[in-house]
């Protein structure tokens, strides 16, 4: 059986790892709180935005003879080349949150290796770079330090290449895999195709519906520069989707350690108290035993 002393230390040990993974929470709280508002505002943008791209794609595919010849609304049956982008956290201590996003990556790969398809790894965030780079997994572009503070200019500048590649026809499709915010004590996983964009959804009822007004000979013009934005909010809506939900995981995973903790304090003075009686009566019987031998 462990000493006092010792159960004494491991008490205080534990104590003060409560008190850090309290903290801890509370600051997430915190941040979710400012995260959660940011990405609800984008959220709206995002929609805006799409609203935009499908009325002006719309009008296009149905006015025009022969639809859209642009290469960013073409489905490409059987791709050479794609790039995929991840998203994951700079830091640990959030659960699960790294380690889902990372798996669905796996997944694609493996898919895509099947089909002889050449993947371009394009890593956001130091936990999944890491990972891939531990396993020697090629990645062919990475930043570490952009998911924990999404930056508009740095996301742009990091996504353009992929839109451009695309557009030249060195790659054949772009995909973003993130784990999103959906609520406070749920997150959701995101493998979103972004380019080329799926033409399918887009109504000629509602292109027709649409109150835009955009002259004929500026459509293509006006149509191109928006898959451009398009691709590169969607990149930079995940980022601020995706730091929303790691606060969310992160103080989810430091309220279950901070209960843990309660817990195995409440363990460890029962323990401490048994240790005392123990020490308690063994002394007592030391003190009897003397007494009785000295008759």
Request: net charge positive.
């Given at each position: ?45 995002a ?32 791709p ?11 830091k ?8 889902q ?33 531990y ?25 353009e ?15 973003v ?43 293509e ?31 989810q ?43």
């Amino acid at each position: 059986m462990a000493s006092l002393k010792d159960i004494q230390r491991q008490i205080k040990s534990v104590s003060n790892t409560q008190k850090t993974t309290r903290a801890m929470k509370l600051v997430s709280t915190a941040k979710l709180r400012r995260a959660e508002e940011l990405a609800k505002r984008s959220r709206l943008y995002a929609a805006k935005m799409n609203q935009v791209l499908a009325e002006i794609a719309g009008r296009i595919k149905c006015n025009k003879v022969g639809g859209i010849d642009n290469r960013c609304f073409i489905d490409i049956e059987n791709p050479k080349t794609i790039d995929i982008v991840f998203v994951t956290a700079d830091k640990g201590l959030c659960g699960g949150f790294n380690i889902q996003t990372i798996k669905a990556v796996k997944k694609l790969l493996t898919e895509y290796k099947a089909k002889n398809v050449k993947v371009r790894l394009r890593g956001i965030g130091k936990k999944g770079i890491e990972f891939f780079k531990y396993n020697e997994i090629e990645l062919y572009d990475s930043v570490a330090d952009l998911s924990s503070k999404p930056d508009k200019e740095r996301a742009d500048a990091f996504i353009e290449s992929s839109i451009e590649d695309f557009k030249n026809e060195k790659t054949d499709a772009l995909y973003v895999v993130y784990n999103g915010y959906k609520n406070m004590i749920t997150q959701e996983l995101h493998v979103n195709k972004l380019l080329p964009v799926d033409a399918s959804q887009f109504d000629c009822s509602e292109a027709e519906k649409s109150m835009l007004e955009v002259e004929s000979q500026d459509e293509e013009k006006m149509l191109d520069s928006l898959v451009n934005k398009y691709a590169q909010y969607a990149i930079y809506y995940a980022l601020i989707d995706s730091v929303a939900a790691e606060h969310s995981a992160r103080m989810q995973a430091m309220d279950a350690a901070t209960n843990n903790a309660k817990e195995m304090v409440k363990s460890l003075k029962v323990q401490f108290n048994k240790a005392r009686q123990a020490a308690i009566t063994t002394e007592l019987i030391e003190i009897i035993s003397g007494v009785e031998s000295m008759k």
